[in-house]
């Protein structure tokens, strides 16, 4: 048992925490919403460049051929940054399912491109809205138990306007023919699904994880600065306590993140209930996170001229997404038999 | 990271599995926080150390195994599950015994320690007064020199098992000029001092549990000072960390709860398929939060291996045990409805009364060890580094 990361874990977070301060700032995150475009090319190719693209890809393939356990901090840079790019779904969830398939020998080079940045995917597991469909140039998609590459050019997308405007949603509407089936063995489908969708709660949990961290900070910078009857407001109990309680949702719902990405790959009997208990707590953690920052902070917070606003609305949508805590109860409990 | 254990720890975890399967008493004592009760869980802790079980992670020469903090996690983990008696001397052992470590000199240390492990002296914690709760500061208990002794005046209170045990470790104003946190030291008195009077005070339930502790010209050889004169409230500081952080509360005694917990919510719905859900989902939420814990302390007492230490951040720890002992208790108490305010010796009582006496008991977790309010101060100054003025 020895539960740390090591060196060139920590290192290759700091380098992507280094490159999003820089390249996904909250100005350059508002000017992406204003602009209503649908991608942040800039952006995209730093995460190429970095090799983030690829991180679950094959080497063979140029990829970097990472476990769970070495990306989760990276995804957890993800939330901290509030990053609109759909990296999880590209790299965590699409590129995976594309390589595991039976087929994969005939997607070479879209994988190739889509390591390098020049295509992007993404991916719908049963009946979710897509996030980032309209850059993408291909989408997996799940029908009848099968599983099919989608190119854009036979899709018909509508905008799913989020609350959340730098989280760009669109519902998806395609005929059967025009996919590629890229694998037709229901059985190996439903094994694929089933563990993307592991993959999909713990890299949420790791983003939402990111995203609480955030508020946290702000926050706690925040209320050093604003001063009320002649003192900062941060010295009073009242906010002591609401941001001790976050700081304690955070800290429990870590190491469980950290822990299910290490079980995924690892042949841990616990994996399943550990990718759910890892979405609760995350959510759980941010729920309390984007609930004590805009009270801690006051009527600034309920602006769109603040940024918190941005963590805020991603805080919202990420814990709802792969799992609310009320469908992770129910998860949890059919682990455990109750 | 490899989150599973390796061969010698798997070894270990079995051994004493094992061990305690076959040698932990059957017969139902009092609680340890009678008279009764107190003796004949001492006999329990020399069962242990003869087994070399009692303070495993202590060093060999003191009675211990020398084994590592993931072992003793381990330990901790299959001590609870196996469902064997408490440990009557934990706030000697848990405490006191990793302040000695600290602070003690290597007399003191072999003096106390051997004696601590076996249950030949047990325990309790000297530090509330009457006046002085969370603010331990103020306290007022005085001790004067006098040659080669301390003169002890002043009351203590909330003493757990003061009433019989055979040492208190109490922390007195050895300076009667000075004020709050200087000129305050770290004594070590007998219980049966001359000058030393006792009473018990019956806790919420209704255990004779606490006790008041009067000193009249109470004397107390110089040579149970831990830690100089007037450094009292650093090695006090010492003993707060092992409170707060996992010394006292391993998540071993929590998993064992919550396994009970899951263990009598299937009991439960196979009683009654119609128990509302909003029971399963505490249930599943006490579950993963000892988990939480779990996890929690594997990623810290990795850190401590590599050779980190635990600082502030321990009140993170005695909030969250604290509160996840009251949340499993009172998932179950809810479960088994007015069943659940039944106590030991009730003809239907669930197990012996248990979740109620184990709800009690956690009530005072958020109480004890530093309450919670002031832990959460401790959080967001030292932690997250909010202003205290």
């Keep these: ?338 | 990271m490899d989150l599973f254990f390796d061969a010698n720890q798997t070894a270990f975890r079995d051994e004493i599995r094992h061990w305690i399967n076959e040698n932990k008493p059957n017969d139902r004592w009092a609680p340890m926080d009678t008279q009764l009760g107190f003796e004949q869980h001492r006999t329990w802790e020399r069962t242990l150390f003869e087994a070399g079980w009692s303070v495993p992670n202590w060093p060999k020469k003191y009675g211990g195994r020398d084994c590592s903090l993931i072992e003793w996690l381990l330990y901790e983990e299959e001590y609870y599950l196996s469902g064997a008696p408490g440990r009557v001397n934990t706030n000697g052992i848990s405490l006191l015994g990793p302040t000695l470590f600290s602070w003690g000199t290597e007399e003191q240390k072999d003096r106390f320690l051997p004696k601590m492990a076996n249950g030949d002296e047990i325990w309790a914690q000297g530090w509330s007064e009457p006046d002085s709760g969370s603010d331990l500061a103020s306290l007022k208990t005085v001790a004067v020199r006098d040659g080669d002794h301390y003169v002890i005046n002043g009351q203590k209170t909330w003493c757990s098992r003061g009433a019989w045990a055979d040492w208190i470790f109490c922390i007195v104003r050895t300076d009667p000029t000075s004020e709050r946190h200087a000129g305050l030291s770290y004594l070590l008195v007998p219980g049966n001092s001359p000058g030393l009077i006792r009473r018990p005070v019956s806790r919420l339930d209704g255990e004779p549990a606490f006790a008041e502790i009067f000193f009249d010209d109470c004397r107390v050889h110089v040579e149970n000072l831990l830690g100089d004169e007037g450094a009292g409230w650093s090695v006090a500081m010492a003993t707060a960390s092992s409170e707060r952080g996992l010394n006292l509360r391993a998540p071993g005694r929590f998993l064992a709860a919550a396994n009970r917990l899951v263990q009598l919510y299937m009991k439960a719905i196979e009683r009654n398929p119609l128990l509302p859900s909003a029971i399963r989902d505490q249930v599943v939420d006490a579950y993963v939060n000892a988990q939480a814990y779990r996890y929690q302390v594997f990623q810290k007492a990795t850190m401590l291996m590599e050779g980190g230490t635990l600082g502030a951040e321990a009140s993170y720890m005695k909030l969250f045990w604290s509160e996840l002992d009251i949340e499993i208790h009172a998932s179950a108490l809810r479960m088994l409805s007015e069943q659940g305010e039944l106590v030991e010796g009730a003809p239907d009582a669930e197990d012996s009364g248990n979740w109620m006496s184990g709800y009690l008991f956690a009530l005072a977790g958020p109480i004890y060890a530093g309450t919670n309010e002031i832990q959460r101060n401790i959080v967001a100054e030292r932690v997250l580094g909010l202003p205290r003025k």
């Design chain 1, 1 to 338: 048992m020895k539960f740390s990361f090591k060196d060139e874990q920590l290192l290759f977070a700091e380098a992507t925490r280094e490159m999003l301060r820089k390249d996904c700032s909250p100005e350059a995150i508002n000017e992406f919403v204003e602009s209503d475009s649908a991608a942040m090319p800039e952006l995209w190719n730093s995460f190429a460049s970095m090799g983030v693209l690829g991180i679950t890809a094959s080497e063979t393939l140029g990829g970097l051929e990472m476990l769970d356990q070495d990306f989760v901090l990276i995804m957890e840079e993800l939330g901290r940054a509030a990053c609109p790019e759909p990296v999880m779904e590209h790299a965590v969830l699409s590129i995976p399912l594309l390589e595991e398939c039976n087929n994969k020998s005939k997607y070479t080079s879209i994988l190739k491109s889509a390591i390098n940045g020049e295509h992007r995917l993404s991916v719908a597991l049963e009946s979710q809205y897509v996030v980032g469909a309209d850059s993408a140039d291909y989408l997996l998609l799940f029908r009848d138990s099968l599983l099919h590459l989608v190119a854009k050019e036979s899709i018909v997308l509508q905008r799913q306007a989020s609350v959340d405007s730098s989280r760009r949603l669109f519902s998806v509407k395609w005929d059967t023919n025009s996919g590629t089936v890229i694998e037709g063995d229901s059985d190996k489908v439903r094994s694929l699904i089933e563990i993307t969708k592991l993959r999909a709660e713990v890299s949420t949990a790791a983003q939402c994880i990111g995203v609480a961290q955030q508020l946290l900070d702000m926050t706690v910078q925040y209320v050093q600065e604003r001063k009320q009857f002649g003192k900062p407001v941060g010295v009073n109990q009242a906010i002591k306590h609401h941001l001790a309680d976050t700081g304690k949702a955070i800290e429990f719902a870590r190491p469980m993140v950290y822990r299910a990405a290490w079980s995924l790959n690892k042949g841990d009997t616990e994996a399943e209930l550990a990718a759910h208990m890892a979405k609760l707590l995350a959510s759980k953690a941010v729920d309390l996170a984007c609930k004590t920052s805009l009270q801690c902070h006051g009527a600034i917070a309920y602006t769109l001229e603040y940024d918190l606003q941005i963590w805020l609305k991603r805080g919202l949508t990420l814990s709802s997404s792969w799992g609310d805590i009320y469908r992770q109860r129910e998860k949890i409990a059919d682990c455990l038999g109750l």
